[in-house]
């Protein structure tokens, strides 16, 4: 049966892999919704390439040239971020991949979950913000949240079929960019030295989250709300090959990893076609261009993010949303030149110490603690680059 798509965020990272696992299954998947933030001129070769029903250009600016540049075409064609979530909802999708980046993703996760769709999830925010509101949303409407980011993935893959309560969920940890660096050199590091990673080829913002270790932080939280698990059963652990996705522990002292090459495709097309698997023929793991596999304690001095993204877990309520926000403005911030990289977990720690804490929120209390934390980030910018 032919499974009909939204993919939102198509012309980001994990939005152009996901159109590639399309194109190696045209016989079981349809393009019906495309969404872009800003990058029009991408999402029209998109429409017309899947024969797309319809778009939807988040940055309004770009509406005239999008109709412009697909007014040949039948596709139809909305802007506004209000619009990404409305269409999401709609009645001829089955599956909504949201692939977008940051706390633009709730919203559009809470329509797909309200409308009944098949979720698979990249846009971590989703539950990193709003996990406490998402979660029971979802079990209340029976709607399956299949993970894309390749360590819940892992974890998924590992828990399948076991019966048995687990003793902890064990993430792995690539270090990102500055691995190997000393950290008296941190002050120091540039723009293009952060989005150099290692392993993994992603988008700007998740390059920098991974060179904080404020990715992995959030992925802690996601872990805990996907799986259940409290905080004290979810561990770290730098594992620079990126070979070893994640790890289950179990009670019995066994533990389960999934492995394979640092390349997202496996992950979406698990997301996509799960219970079954994609058969991908130029996919073959060699261990013997993998000789060795090394694991390490993460450095917490290093990388403080990873323990305030535990903490803001403990907290509960808004704390997670305040840290994302002033997280999202302080990496603009750096990616623009604006502050130094140091100054990133210096204005997520401002914005935690100085935000409105609500307990219990909704989604109204969700926006209002995301606005506080975008204000009180901003303002500890300009300060800090005044002097």
Known sequence: MI??????????????????????????FEVRLLTAHRNWERLA??????DAATVVIADKQYYAPLCEALADTDTKIFAGEESVAQAAAGRDID????????????????????????????????LVV??????????????????????HSAI???LIGEQSPLRRLII???????????????SEVTVEQALHHPQW????KITIDSSTLVNKGFEVIEAHWLFGTPAERISVIMHPQSIVHSMVEFEDGAIKAQLGTPDMRMPISFALMYPRRAHRPTERFSFAEHPQLTFAEVDRAKYPALDIAYDCLRRGGTAACTMNGANEVAVAAFLGGRCAWL????????????????????????????????RLAAEFLKCQSAF
Request: charged fraction near 25%.
């Open 45 to 50: 070769r998109q429409a017309r390439e899947f």
């Open 3 to 28: 499974q009909r798509l939204a993919i939102l965020g198509s012309t980001g990272s994990i939005g152009e892999q996901t159109l590639d696992i399309v194109r190696e299954n045209p016989d079981r």
């Open 95 to 126: 599956v909504v991949v949201n692939a977008l980046v940051g706390y633009a993703g709730l919203a559009p996760t809470v329509a797909a979950i309200e409308a009944g769709k098949k979720l698979a999830l990249a846009n971590k925010e989703s």
């Open 172 to 186: 792995t940890c690539s270090g990102g960019a500055f691995r190997d660096l000393p950290a008296e050199k941190l």
């Open 130 to 151: 709003g996990g406490a509101y998402v979660m029971p949303l979802a079990l209340e409407r029976r709607v399956p949240i299949v993970p894309i980011d390749s360590e």
């Open 201 to 204: 080829h992603m988008g700007a």
């Open 343 to 374: 100054d990133i977990v210096r204005t997520i720690r401002h914005a935690l110490e100085k935000a409105t804490f609500v307990a219990r929120p909704s989604l109204d209390d969700y926006a209002e603690a995301d606005a506080e934390a975008r």
């Open 156 to 158: 998924f893959q590992c």
